[in-house]
């Protein structure tokens, strides 16, 4: 087992450094397994597009996860890193602050008890510098995640919580971006710095209608031309 982690942690750290690209790493030797003969195939294919460097990420966990059937692991622990992100922004904001350490980074990850294969991709994010993409990796990886389970995942930001009838209207629009076959699972926030409006981001869609970047739009031009 811990020749196997070994090995992952050195093939993500050539599929995510800096001036590698996903391609070489799918054509190097495996480390994967203990069997020196076996050799890398190539990348089980995403069920939908990512893209940026944090799609590379998640192509890449997705495919080693597929290759070890260990799907079931990767989507609980990127369910619990999305309820921690959106519950606490404080979460966020130390990975985002350059005035925390790498090692107090790393010591957070091992407290929030995820299996080897997440944490060992997380560590290797963290050492190439890539803390600031997490909260959009783990974006990206919640609707691989959902698209896998033939799911279409959809969250919408309001300023006060939506009552029943709102809620079924909303459904109800949002059904017409899916495809006959996709589940819709819709994932209902509140945030009050919004103001009003809505925030609704589905599949690869982000839609902003909340006043306040009304406000800030109106705010950019009327400055402009003073």
């Known amino acids: 087992m811990a020749n196997r982690l070994v090995g992952l942690r050195s093939q993500l750290g050539r599929c995510f450094s800096t001036n590698g690209s996903l391609f070489q790493a799918t054509t190097q030797k495996s480390h994967l397994s203990t069997s020196s003969s076996e050799s890398t195939s190539k990348l089980v294919t995403p069920p939908i597009s990512v893209f940026g460097i944090e799609g590379r990420y998640a192509s890449a966990l997705f495919s080693a996860a597929s290759k070890q059937n260990k799907l079931d692991q990767i989507d609980a622990d990127f369910q619990k890193l999305d309820r ?98 996709e589940k819709l699972s819709v994932e209902a926030n509140v945030d009050p710095s919004i103001m009003g409006g809505m925030i609704v981001e589905i599949g690869d869609r982000y839609i902003d209608m909340s006043i306040a970047s009304k406000i800030k739009a109106y705010t950019e031009i009327l400055t402009s031309n003073v």
């Open 84 to 181: 921690l992100l959106t519950q606490s922004k404080i979460i966020g904001d130390f990975f985002r602050n350059p005035g925390v350490t790498r090692e107090q980074r790393m010591a957070l990850i091992k407290e929030l008890s995820l299996s080897d294969m997440t944490q060992i991709t997380l560590e290797t994010l963290i050492d190439n510098r890539r803390e600031k993409k997490l909260i959009k990796f783990v974006s990206i990886m919640n609707r691989l995640m959902s698209a896998n389970r033939g799911e279409l995942l959809c969250r919408v930001i309001t300023a006060k919580p939506l009552d029943g009838k709102l809620r079924s209207e909303l459904d109800s629009v949002l059904k017409q971006f899916s495809k006959k076959d």
